[in-house]
């Protein structure tokens, strides 16, 4: 049996994605139509360039993970837990 706060957590988990995932689609519609910095500005967070790489011999695995944030997704966050305190 699940515990409250741990399904509070994940209803938490699910506002902050949705709201990246559409502040982020947002802010590049608004980069393509609007000429300014602020706009256009990206930040990337991550392994930028090359991934990690691990050779076992019979296995490999490939590590890499990179945020890249606009001014839409602040925005999108900031939606997203807005709508989670009155949700």
Request: proline share 1%.
């Amino acid at each position: 049996m699940a515990r409250r706060g741990s399904r509070r957590a994940g209803v938490l988990i699910l506002f902050l994605l949705a709201g990246i995932m559409i502040g982020s689609y947002l802010g590049n519609v608004l980069a393509h139509y609007f000429d300014h910095s602020i706009f256009t500005k990206s930040i990337e967070i991550g392994t930028i360039g090359e991934p990690a790489l691990v050779d076992l011999g019979i296995l490999n695995f490939t590590f890499g993970l990179t945020f890249i944030v606009n001014i839409g997704t602040v925005f999108g966050i900031l939606l997203g837990l807005f709508l989670y305190k009155r949700w």
